[in-house]
C-alpha cells in the first residue's frame, strides 16, 4: 500500500545545516512536495519536485530525490529560528486525485 | 483576505452533539478537501470534492459528511461527535492546471475538541 514515512523530531543549531528525510513507497508519484506548518497554521507549500529530477535547489532549499530507494529529503541551509516548524513531505500519484502526506518532522532550532 | 478561510478556529463540543465545520475559498479553484491532523498520524483524508456536483470518500469518513454548496464552500458534518474526532481539521483547495500539477492551498484549521 501507499506510505509515507518520516522522523517524527530534528532538533539543529541555529546556523547548522537541517537535513529532513522521508521515504515512500508507491513508485508511481508525479510530484513530490515539501510543506511547512508553523504553529497554528494550515501548511504551505515550500518546495516540489517533479519524479524525473534527481534534484532541486532554491535558495537555502535543496531537495534531492532518490527515486531508487524511494527517498526524498530537504536540506535547510543556515538554518534559523524561524525555520522552527513542523515539515511535511507529500506525494501525488501519476493520473489520480490522490495525495499522500508524511507523518511530519518537527524541526526544532536551538539559539 | 486570506485565500482559504475555516470556521469556526477552535471548537470545543460534546459527545452526540452534531457538528459543521465550514470553509470558503476565493481561489476558484473546483477541487476542495477535508483533512484531519492527528500527532504523529499526519494528514489524512476524510472527502473530497472535484466539483459541485462530484464528492469522494477519503480514506476515513466514516462519522463524517459533507456538503458542497457552491464551487467556493465546502462544509464537514460530524452527525455525532465523539472523543476520539478530537484533532485539528483542514480544508484545503487545489487546481490541476497550476504549476506543481496538484499543488494544495490549506486553510488555517480547526482545532475540535469532543468531550
Known amino acids: 500500500g501507499e506510505d509515507v514515512e518520516q522522523s517524527l523530531f530534528l532538533s539543529v543549531r541555529e546556523g547548522d545545516s537541517s537535513v529532513i528525510n522521508c521515504t515512500y513507497t508507491d513508485s508511481s508519484s508525479t510530484y513530490l512536495y515539501w510543506y511547512k506548518q508553523e504553529p497554528g497554521a494550515g501548511l504551505q507549500l515550500l518546495t516540489y519536485i517533479f519524479s524525473n529530477m534527481d534534484m532541486k535547489q532554491d535558495q537555502r532549499l535543496t531537495v534531492l530525490l532518490n527515486k531508487k530507494d524511494k527517498h526524498l529529503s530537504l536540506r535547510i541551509a543556515d538554518t534559523q529560528t524561524g525555520d522552527s516548524a513542523i515539515y511535511f513531505c507529500?506525494?501525488?500519484?501519476?493520473?489520480?486525485?490522490?495525495?499522500?502526506f508524511g507523518t511530519g518532522t518537527r524541526l526544532k532550532v536551538l539559539a | 483576505d486570506a485565500d482559504v478561510t475555516q470556521t469556526p478556529r477552535n471548537r470545543i463540543t460534546k459527545t452526540g452533539k452534531r457538528i459543521m465545520l465550514e470553509c470558503s475559498q476565493t481561489?476558484?479553484?473546483?477541487?476542495m478537501y477535508w483533512y484531519r491532523q492527528d500527532p504523529g498520524l499526519g494528514l489524512r483524508l476524510i472527502y473530497y470534492s472535484f466539483d459541485v456536483k462530484d464528492i469522494n470518500k477519503g480514506e476515513i469518513s466514516d462519522g463524517y459528511s459533507v456538503s458542497r454548496q457552491a464551487q467556493a464552500k465546502f462544509s464537514l458534518s460530524l452527525e455525532s461527535a465523539i472523543p476520539n474526532q478530537t484533532a485539528l481539521y483542514f480544508c484545503a483547495t487545489s487546481d490541476p492546471g497550476t504549476g506543481s500539477d496538484n499543488e494544495q492551498f490549506f486553510g488555517p484549521g480547526t482545532r475540535l475538541t469532543v468531550l
Open positions: 507529500a506525494e501525488s500519484l501519476s493520473g489520480t486525485y490522490k495525495y499522500i
Open positions: 481561489k476558484g479553484h473546483d477541487r
